[in-house]
């Protein structure tokens, strides 16, 4: 079965930081990009960071430019976030999706994980 | 960066009507790299339509979708129960790969 597991949310104090992980299984890991999205409580969806499958390239939203680091390692079968400097409005639900088409990326997110809280509170 | 608008933001509907759904690109979306997805309450998004008009593996035919450039068309010829969920475009044509703000497509 094709899937990705996130782990690594909680709850962290504004400035503190947290590493996020997408285990993926059932798929050619290294042939695949794969992309971080949140949605905040109530709110819309927000792409935040892309990586193509050989890691080689990075793509970030302006809102969390300089503050996150996509990465992955494909001996694990593994993407992490590193998220530094965290705000209140990094509050949100992050999913980790997998594009739809090996080695071609920006075809769409066709497995989705279940997401992991991230919580923003003094 | 890309910003990207969607109409009407609620479209209340009946079972067996049509849905129009629009997407509208502050620029021209290269590639026509436009995907839509489908979310419901609680549940991560389902990919419904990339390359702006191809449809993903196991969507209904139902759902259709279409345009080029900056204007973008999702269409759920007869609705089902189980369609009344919010629909997201997103483009990919340029990082930031931003998505629309939604449209929620309840029952009237």
């Known amino acids: 079965e094709v899937q990705v597991v996130e782990s690594g949310g909680g709850l962290v104090q504004p400035g503190g930081s947290l590493r996020l992980s997408c285990a993926a299984s059932g798929f050619n890991f290294d042939s695949y990009a794969i992309n971080w999205v949140r949605q905040a409580p109530g709110k819309g969806l927000e792409w935040i960071s892309a990586?193509?499958?050989?890691?080689?390239?990075?793509y970030y939203a302006d809102s969390v430019k300089g503050r996150f680091t996509i990465s992955r390692d494909n001996s694990k079968n593994t993407v992490y976030l590193q998220m530094n400097s965290l705000r209140a409005e990094d509050t949100a639900i992050y999913y980790c999706?997998?594009?739809?088409?090996?080695?071609?990326?920006?075809?769409?997110?066709?497995?989705w994980g279940q997401g992991t809280p991230v919580t923003v509170s003094s | 960066e890309i910003v990207l608008t969607q109409s009407p933001g609620t479209l209340s509907l009946s079972p067996g009507e049509r849905a129009t759904l629009s997407c509208r690109a502050s620029?021209?979306?290269?590639?026509?790299?436009l995907v839509w997805y489908q979310q419901k309450p609680g549940q991560a998004p389902r990919l419904l339509i990339y390359?702006?008009?191809s449809r993903a593996t196991g969507i209904p035919d139902r759902f259709s979708g279409s345009g080029s450039g900056t204007d973008f068309t999702l269409t759920i010829s007869r609705l089902e129960p189980e369609d009344f969920a919010v629909y997201y475009c997103?483009?990919?044509?340029?990082?930031?790969?931003?998505f629309g703000p939604g449209t929620k497509v309840d029952i009237k």
């Open positions: 990586i193509t499958n050989s890691g080689g390239t990075t």
């Open positions: 997103q483009q990919y044509g340029g990082s930031p790969f931003t």
């Open positions: 999706a997998k594009e739809q088409i090996a080695i071609r990326p920006r075809s769409g997110n066709d497995c």
């Open positions: 390359d702006a008009s």
């Open positions: 620029q021209s979306v290269s590639n026509n790299y």
